[in-house]
């Protein structure tokens, strides 16, 4: 199974960027997620987004700046980013939960079953 992400690059501190994703539409899936994993670091969650009700959740890093959002007519996900610091470098990963396992809107690694290669987002200051 491939997730397709895409939208990365280099940009300024201050600059906006939008991520896109595009889950395979024979994936049932509950929700889909954007994860980050800079330098040295683990992967940590950015936002997820149930699929059926829109139900979101946000790291703390990404309230107020980013914005996740689904098209179910183009079976995408995006995420908006805006005010982007240097902090924010790191690649993101797309990935995709079949179904709720612990909370209703999934935010851990282990909740999720398929991941896309990830795009890499470079902010310099």
């Known amino acids: 199974v491939q997730l397709q992400a895409s939208g990365g690059g280099l940009v300024q501190a201050g600059d906006s960027l939008r991520l896109s994703c595009a889950p395979p539409?024979?994936?049932?899936?509950?929700?889909v997620g954007w994860f980050r994993q800079a330098p040295g670091k683990e992967r940590d969650v950015v936002a997820t987004?149930?699929?059926?009700?829109?139900?979101?959740y946000y790291a703390d890093s990404a309230k107020g700046r980013f914005t996740i959002s689904r098209d179910a007519a183009e079976n995408a996900v995006y995420l908006r980013m805006n005010s982007l610091k240097p902090e924010d470098t790191a690649v993101y990963y797309c990935?995709?939960?079949?179904?709720?396992?612990?909370?209703?809107?999934?935010?851990?690694?282990?909740?999720?079953?398929?991941w896309g290669q990830g795009t890499l987002v470079t902010v310099s200051s």
């Open positions: 990935a995709v939960a079949t179904r709720q396992t612990v909370w209703t809107i999934p935010r851990t690694p282990n909740e999720f079953d398929y």
């Open positions: 539409r024979t994936l049932g899936f509950y929700a």
């Open positions: 987004i149930t699929w059926r009700n829109g139900r979101t």
